[in-house]
């Protein structure tokens, strides 16, 4: 009884470190700029408030004015030309203006060039996290190798295991692939 409990116990920590990895792809997908304004560019964007290091994100209202028009309007009018220099640190290749109350950002239309950088970018992020979920299924394959050889469970639950931990596996590269073809597509449209 406490064998099934420690099996499924392993297989749930194996699960959910597949859904955080997918989770964080998604996440870094949702960074990547794709010729639209998007306000999640600015989710890292930390600026010096009153000496203390304070995301954007929890100072201003960021809305997207047009297609590639980011507008961030500051709650404390002070703190105008803090934020303006923590975006230019961000280096995030738009320059912003401000005009005295809000601060516009205006993404340039990328390039072909540039669409097929970023392309390789999101390729990479995925290729990064299948190498981190393949890591996953290795460790979970070691605890139960190890049940195995503790005679917890035999050589056929074992091997059944083994083919629950790769289904598992194969559904979430399945999704990483959806998720990466479907920003690809994303960037390449004009």
């Not at 190890?146 to 295991?161: A, G, H, T, V």
């Amino acid at each position: 009884m406490q064998d099934e409990a420690m099996v499924k116990d392993v297989m749930e920590g194996y699960e959910g470190d597949l859904k955080k990895a997918h989770d964080h792809l998604l996440n870094e997908y949702q960074m990547i700029r794709a010729g639209r304004a998007n306000p999640h560019i600015l989710d890292r964007v930390m600026v010096d408030y009153y000496g203390a290091m304070t995301p954007l994100n929890q100072m201003a209202n960021i809305q997207v004015q047009e297609a590639r028009v980011l507008a961030i309007n500051v709650w404390d009018q002070s703190q105008l030309k803090n934020v303006e220099k923590a975006i230019q640190l961000a280096d995030l290749g738009v320059q912003p203006t401000d005009d005295g109350k809000i601060i516009r950002l205006v993404f340039p239309a990328l390039t072909e060039e540039r669409r097929k950088e970023i392309v390789k970018q999101v390729k990479k992020l995925c290729e990064e996290t299948k190498v981190t979920m393949r890591s996953a299924r290795r460790d979970c394959l070691d605890m139960y190798k190890q049940m195995k050889k503790d005679n917890s469970i035999s050589e056929d639950e074992y091997n059944n295991l083994e083919d629950d931990v790769q289904k598992l596996q194969d559904k979430y590269i399945s999704m990483c692939d959806s998720s990466s073809e479907a920003k690809e597509k994303e960037v390449m449209e004009i």
